[in-house]
C-alpha cells in the first residue's frame, strides 16, 4: 500500500511555472507507476502525464506536451510534475496516482492540488 500526497499548487498568471510534487509513504516506491491527473469544474477527471517504474518512460496527454515533464526521485519517494508556459485552460486540480502495474487501475490516490491560472 502507499499513500500519497500533492503539494506546489498555487495560482499563478499564463506563461508562468509551477513544480508540482507528489510524496509518498509505505513500501516499495518502485513497485508503482504514478501518473498525475487534473480535473477542471464542470468536467471529468483527465489523465496528464505518467511515468515508469525506474523513471524510464514517459507518458503524456497531447495538450502538455513539450510544456509538461514529469519525473521521480525515487531515494526521496517523490515524483514530480514542472509545469512551464502555464495557460488558463490548465486550472484544475491535480492529483497523483500510482498503480502496480501497466494492466492494472490507478488504485491509490493523493487529495489533490489546486492549480489556478489567471490570463
Known amino acids: 500500500q502507499v499513500q500519497l500526497v500533492e503539494s506546489g499548487g498555487g495560482l499563478v498568471q499564463a506563461g508562468d511555472s509551477l513544480r508540482l510534487s507528489c510524496a509518498a509513504s509505505?513500501?516499495?516506491?518502485?513497485?508503482?507507476?504514478i501518473g498525475w491527473f487534473r480535473q477542471a469544474p464542470g468536467k471529468e477527471r483527465e489523465f496528464v502525464a505518467a511515468i515508469s517504474f525506474t523513471g524510464g518512460r514517459k507518458y503524456y496527454e497531447d495538450s502538455v506536451k513539450g510544456r509538461f515533464t514529469i519525473s521521480r526521485d525515487n531515494v526521496k519517494n517523490t515524483v514530480y510534475l514542472q509545469m512551464n508556459s502555464l495557460k488558463p485552460e490548465d486550472t484544475a486540480v491535480y492529483y497523483c496516482?500510482?498503480?502496480?502495474?501497466?494492466?492494472?487501475?490507478?488504485?491509490?490516490w493523493g487529495q489533490g492540488t489546486q492549480v489556478t491560472v489567471s490570463s
Open positions: 509505505g513500501r516499495s516506491f518502485t513497485s508503482y507507476m
Open positions: 496516482a500510482a498503480r502496480p502495474g501497466s494492466t492494472v487501475p490507478y488504485s491509490y
